[in-house]
């Protein structure tokens, strides 16, 4: 199952005061590995950066006067999230501002049921904790001494170990839990409790090994 690891980073907080994005950073998972497939640009906002945005991402306005536009990379943006989950970290606030610029070239909005939302599943798992992606990182133990700057890409590469970390899939690990399946008897449709992983050996295999013992190992190994 692939989906896309997304962050982006603005101008300023609200689209409702004209805040465009100036970064857009995509990494593609398969089964929560990462792949080599990843999409990433910097953007010219047609507009200043304001002062609280210049501290959290440090691209100048004259860095960003330089970069493409929003409509120049749209295509090709949306080709590479194309029939995948995104994963988004407070995901309201980077699809304000994605829906915001698609709508601006009359563009179809990204819905909220193509996303998944990591603040959310975070706070679920921890509520009442701090769920920041700082505060993921170091509860999860991933080094985030790289994210001096907010950097779309570095997010979107914490993201993803944070991300597997809150869907548990860290490492595969053996089920031995008790678990239920449901069977067709003649009687109808029952449910049998079972060991996942482990088999029962049979009487007879029992037997035979009882035998092993006490006849093939003491041949081998006492005479």
Do not use: W
């Not at 975070?122 to 509860?139: E, H, I, T, V």
């Not at 008897?185 to 050996?201: E, R, V």
């Amino acid at each position: 199952m692939k989906e896309v690891i997304l962050d982006t980073e603005t101008t300023g907080l609200d689209v409702k005061d004209g805040h465009r994005i100036v970064e857009i950073g995509c990494l593609e998972i398969d089964n929560f590995v990462l792949t080599s497939n990843k999409f990433h640009c910097y953007l010219n906002p047609e507009r200043k950066v304001s002062d609280q945005a210049f501290k959290v991402h440090g691209y100048s306005d004259t860095f960003l006067a330089s970069q493409k536009r929003f409509s120049e990379i749209a295509d090709e943006f949306l080709d590479f999230i194309k029939d995948k989950k995104l994963v988004i970290h407070n995901a309201s606030f980077d699809l304000s501002h994605l829906n915001n610029e698609l709508a601006i070239l009359g563009k179809k909005k990204i819905i909220t049921q193509k996303v998944i939302d990591t603040l959310e599943l975070a706070r679920k798992k921890f509520p009442g904790a701090q769920n920041s992606l700082d505060a993921l990182c170091k509860r999860f133990k991933i080094d985030n001494s790289r994210r001096v700057k907010h950097t779309a890409l570095i997010d979107c590469e914490l993201l993803s170990k944070v991300y597997i970390n809150l869907a548990g899939q860290k490492e595969p690990t053996f089920d031995l839990r008790i678990g239920e399946h449901n069977i067709n008897l003649n009687d109808g449709s029952k449910k049998i409790k079972y060991f996942n992983k482990i088999i029962k050996p049979s009487d007879e295999e029992i037997k035979l090994h009882k035998n092993f013992l006490k006849t093939d190992l003491k041949k081998n190994y006492f005479n």
